[in-house]
């Protein structure tokens, strides 16, 4: 079987179309994995997430969804292990969840972005009576207003701790350097080093602060390979 390495392919002027047949070509990489190593009767895969709406571009994440009826039994949970292990061995380095109908469902209703990414499921192999089932208990349960409230507010969230990651708080220990100029210092709060002569510093002379650097640089190498 031949290894696939999404990671690899340049998604430059990949198309829609290009981005279909590649997705069911992992369809069919994963499905024939799956016969291969006889996962239980009870199972079905679903790709999830932007896989699931069945347009792969190179580099976009596989996410998989292992559906079961209940949990695993022992035998049952070393061949999803196995599974997930071949498809790392072909190359496809899948996210992978393994949860039952049940469990969708509660953690579906806890966290946004697990309904997200299941909204978009859509079946590859296995059980579809137990896909199906799936799917009509999702949709029954599924709220437009409160899913849209949902993402508005996750949207909300991302956005003001970005803000603050630009922002920062102001604390000198979030800066690189601070300058002085009635004391005519610089410090460089990375290495804790000050320089006293701020014009020469301004002129390009940065022999001191950069000797320094280096200075730290070589510590920091030496006690990295002491605790190694």
């Not at 347009?55 to 976009?60: A, C, R, T």
């Not at 061995?89 to 990414?117: K, Q």
């Not at 409230?149 to 690189?176: C, N």
Request: charged share 25%; aromatic share 6%; proline share 3%.
């Amino acid at each position: 079987m031949v290894g696939l390495r999404p990671s690899m392919v340049s998604a430059s002027g990949f198309s829609r179309r290009k981005a279909g047949i590649h997705a069911a070509l992992v369809d069919g990489v994963l499905a024939d994995l799956c016969a291969r190593l006889a996962l239980p009767a009870n199972c079905a895969l679903a790709a999830v997430g932007g896989y699931g709406r069945g347009e792969l571009f190179p580099g976009s994440d596989v996410d998989v969804l292992l559906l079961l009826s209940g949990d695993p039994a022992p035998d049952a949970q070393a061949a999803l292990e196995a599974w997930v292990q071949a498809c790392w061995d072909v190359g496809l380095e899948i996210g992978h969840s393994v949860r039952s109908v049940e469990t969708c469902l509660v953690e579906a209703d806890a966290d946004i972005t697990v309904e997200t990414n299941l909204l978009e499921a859509r079946f590859v192999w296995g059980n579809a009576a137990l896909f199906d089932a799936f799917g009509e208990r999702f949709r029954a349960r599924f709220d437009v207003q409160r899913f849209f409230d949902g993402k508005l507010a996750e949207q909300q969230a991302e956005l003001a701790a970005a803000r603050s990651a630009q922002v920062g708080t102001g604390e000198r220990a979030e800066k690189i350097r601070t300058y002085n100029y009635p004391e005519r210092r610089v410090t460089d709060h990375r290495v804790k080093v000050t320089v006293h002569n701020l014009d020469a510093l301004l002129g390009g002379e940065l022999d001191e602060l950069t000797a320094a650097l280096q200075d730290a640089e070589k510590r920091a190498r030496l006690d990295a390979a002491a605790t190694a």
